[in-house]
């Protein structure tokens, strides 16, 4: 049996996969010890303080050691992994070729030289081309919300009890399901067990179509006994009661979550923000998103009032450019940009987050609505980058999707202003003299009142509705 040196064993540590970042918890393992692993493979995924990411490995060789267990916070340049390269990788494969040939096949992992050893019912861990998935119950859970500021986490779904081995073969128990990382990914996000999902794809592999199937099948009828609800226990005078600790839960603060709370915590006692208010009469506006539905130059791209509000907005920054800066407190200098990162506020499973387009101020109308719909999309699936959440300069939160009527954001950290987005309703108002139902919604714009005043705030929240109200402005002020 070869012995390993520590020269043939590589460290892989937690990079800094943003701007600054400090940590980064461990969200999911893809690979196991005694796993052979390639140049470019990723190997788990990692949650920062801005998104999820997927860490690929830098070299070939097999797996010896995993550090920390899936849910671990690890500070960035902490070894994460421990991987036998060059001549180490023939010396840790060996261990578990010698195993499997020597020792009866026991009951669940045998510990061996590279680290938990080797699948009860098979001597290699990877599911074989043509595996086939367990076909096992499938658990439906709650839909994502479909607009941009509205799909909130999912339920996670219950352990799949695995499947019984089929007597004319000998079946791999123990292996994960073939799917690529986006596939487990967006299974996680919807609370889905690829164990219970039926693959469709080449070579046994489960599809994203797979794991939407699997959350519109309707749950299967379970032949269990009924269970009895415990008894409550008899009040006593004189004994204490305890605690009861099912009326509460505990979740912990960490990743996004963690990372939004301080920002806002930040921006709140850091900036005075002052928040003006404007009622406005949409009817034309939503005229115009029927419209643009039916033409043919948008087929295939998200039109939604949000659209034309986010051209609204980039109109009244174009002609109030002063509200598009920052505050450099360093430098005591306020910071104008010629450029407009739009920031577009999204609920996700982790938490908040505000992506943003960047250049938004040079793009066309189909060119920001393809935009914004590719923004939700990553969003939605929870594969926006850190890069895409940094250097916004100005924001929109749709709290409109939510049947609110408006509120106050508290400004993104290092932006001036951010607009907020009432629900958009059939309301009683006068128009032409007469009282109309007209669709009708509430803007609130926030601004650092160290850099923008009350007269440049108003002038902006100003020319935001006065487009919505008159959209053919957009040709008039663009």
Avoid at 214 to 228: G, H, K, L, M, T
Wanted: proline share 9%.
């Amino acid at each position: 049996m070869t012995t390993m040196t520590d020269s043939s064993v590589r460290e892989f540590k937690m990079p800094d996969v943003g701007e600054g970042l400090t940590e980064a918890e461990i969200l999911k393992w893809y690979v196991q010890p005694g796993d052979t692993v390639t140049d470019g493979q990723v190997v788990c995924e990692v949650e920062t303080a801005k998104a999820a990411v997927e860490l690929p490995i830098p070299y070939d060789g097999v797996v010896r050691e995993l550090h920390f267990p899936e849910g671990t916070t690890v500070d960035v340049g902490t070894s994460i992994i421990a991987v036998a390269v060059g001549d180490g990788a023939a010396a840790a494969a060996e261990p578990v070729q010698e195993a499997v040939a020597e020792e009866p096949k026991p009951e669940g992992r045998q510990p061996v030289l590279v680290g938990y050893g080797v699948s009860t019912s098979s001597t290699k861990r990877r599911p074989r081309k043509g595996a086939e998935a367990p076909a096992a119950a499938q658990t439906p859970t709650a839909a994502i919300q479909a607009e941009l500021n509205g799909h909130g986490p999912a339920a996670p779904a219950a352990p799949a009890a695995p499947a019984a081995p089929a007597a004319s073969a000998a079946p791999v128990t123990g292996d994960r399901p073939l799917a690529k990382p986006p596939v487990r990914k967006l299974a996680k996000d919807l609370g889905v067990d690829l164990a219970t999902v039926v693959p469709s794809g080449p070579d046994g592999i489960i599809t994203r179509e797979d794991v939407h199937a699997a959350v519109a099948a309707p749950e299967p009828a379970q032949a269990a006994a009924p269970r009895s609800e415990p008894a409550a226990p008899a009040a006593s005078p004189s004994a204490p009661t305890s605690y009861d600790t099912t009326r509460e839960t505990r979740i912990p603060v960490k990743g996004v979550r963690k990372a939004t709370a301080a920002a806002m915590v930040g921006s709140a006692f850091t900036a005075p923000h002052v928040t003006e208010f404007v009622t406005v009469d949409v009817t034309r506006t939503m005229k115009l998103v029927e419209e643009l539905k039916q033409d043919k130059e948008y087929t295939g791209l998200r039109v939604n009032p949000l659209l034309l509000i986010a051209k609204a907005l980039l109109v009244a920054i174009k002609r109030n450019p002063d509200i598009n800066a920052s505050w450099d407190e360093a430098a005591q200098e306020i910071v104008v940009k010629h450029y407009v990162n739009l920031g577009i506020a999204a609920a996700t499973p982790r938490g908040l987050i505000v992506p943003n387009i960047k250049d938004a101020h040079a793009q066309t109308l189909p060119q920001l609505a393809g935009s914004l719909g590719e923004l939700v999309s990553t969003a939605r699936e929870g594969k926006t980058s850190p890069a895409a959440m940094q250097g916004g300069t100005v924001t929109i939160t749709n709290v409109g999707v939510f049947g609110v009527d408006t509120g106050t954001p508290i400004l993104n950290p290092g932006e001036s202003a951010i607009l907020a987005v009432g629900a958009i309703k059939l309301q009683p108002w006068v128009h032409k003299g007469k009282v109309k139902p007209r669709q009708v919604t509430t803007l609130a714009l926030s601004f650092d009142h160290r850099l923008v005043d009350g007269e440049l705030g108003s002038k902006v929240l100003a020319d935001v509705a006065a487009v919505l109200e008159q959209p053919k402005r957009l040709i008039s002020w663009a």
